[in-house]
């Protein structure tokens, strides 16, 4: 009986995991081409006091309670990958006489962990390493091999020196193609979803692999979190934390605001003293004579429309600006005039009556004086391309309003400046809307905040974004041609986002000044 429990133990070891290559492992048995990752900066961690508990306590959160049916965890519950995963489990225990149960996986998987992922070609978060301490079973895994030799999909494919042991390594093939890697040693097993994770564009056995296992399979509990110090995180309290690179949020664009760095959800089980909740911090690195200007984005709220479906504003490095626009060959229009235009913070805010790709930007100038040539050369560079003449490149005129605002319109996109405000869209209609904010002809954002409340770095009104996927997914899907996938929009998400529209528009605050780099806690307030 003992023996049928250890096999099954390091069974579900790799369901909840994966495999890991070493040295002197067999390539022939992994033909896996290499994914050249980054593996010391993961896009994405989730730490775990226990993984088993995570779904159940992401639905404390009222909004994914709503979002999270049955519905949806029975599809991912029976995506292609975990079915073939679960099958090849379920065959192997039965030709190796293992009683496989649910409480089994949920025992295996109640132990403390680190995840993480890494964004693939298409930018999802397809690739993850699992680091787990195993206090309470790490001896029954010792048998393992016992059941790789045995078996055609669970193979030991070589083997590492840990702290002086000799630790075998361990593929579970489990569908075409596909191929996860598992190593333990001692209280210790780590997974990886990819073998190409360690391999370099060669094939062969990636420099940083090595180093990488040291780490997370030794006994150095510093070393073990090695992945945490990518996002600056210490040991913490939280039962569940899981942070995201603003380089992943922000779709590649986070060098133009390098002070923004990750967003962290940490998530703390009911005490005497305070109710289970999640709360919401970002990674800053700011340098603390810049500080204040994280509480630019004050006066951009009462220059923006109100009711957008989300706003973010953040410092921008205009400098990353400068370099960006060298590569444009404006005529005459030196890049560095461009960018020592601007300063202090700027927003981007999405509303319901546009597109999801159309959203209004909105920033500062320093001054005034001379702008006009130099934000109207950009402006036709942008719109109508290179050209061999200053001539050529200005053949969109500005217009100025009885106002004093002056404008850059193409058939679609606008650019427009009203004192030092600068708003630019793919949307012309949201320019003239925001500049008719500027001239109190329309409310403003922040027109129904109280003064003390303006120390916002983003707003999110659900009800607002829900009508703006809404119409986007109505714009983007066929119609007559598949009739399957508008049936199952009609049944499954349109009524989600209806829940969605019932939570009031919120505020993301930030009360402290940032004195360098460092997490900084942020206030949902309600508006």
Known sequence: MRKRLWIGLVIFAVAGSGVVFGLGWNKTLLTSAGLNLNMTAPDALIRSKSLSKLPADLLQVPLLRDLLSEDFLFYYENTEGRLGLSGTLRRIAYEHDVTLTDELIKLVMDEPADVAL???????????VIAMTRNKLAKLLEPAAKVALKDKQLTMVGEISIEGDTVQLFALEYAWNRKLLLASHADRVVVFSDPGMLLNSDGEFNASAESLLNDLLGSDKAKQSRFAGAFDLDAGSSDHSIAIKADFLSFSYQHFFPALKALRFDFSEKTLLSQQSWSTSMLLDVDPTHAATLYGGSSLWSSVPFQPGMCVAMPVD???????????????????????????NAAVCWYANSRLHTPLFV?????????????????????????????????????????????????????????????FSPDASLVEQALAVTHKRQPALSDSWPDSKQAAVAVVDPKQLAQMVAHEVEMTLPHEQDEVLRGATDQHLLPKLEAVKKYPPMRLEMHATPKGAGWMTLDWQQY
């Open 318 to 344: 205009w400098n990353a600006l400068t370099k960006a626009a060298n590569s444009q060959a404006v005529v005459n229009k030196a890049a560095d005039q461009l960018a020592t235009q601007f300063a202090g």
């Open 363 to 423: 920033t500062q100038l320093g001054k005034e004086e001379g702008v006009d040539a130099i934000l109207g050369a950009y402006f036709n560079y942008s719109i109508k391309g290179s050209a061999d003449s200053e001539a050529e490149v200005a053949q969109i005129k500005p217009v100025t309003s009885p106002a004093g605002d002056v404008v850059w319109q193409n058939e679609q996109a606008m650019l427009g400046r009203s004192g030092k405000l600068v708003y």
């Open 118 to 128: 890494w964004r693939s070609h298409n930018g999802t978060l397809k690739y993850y």
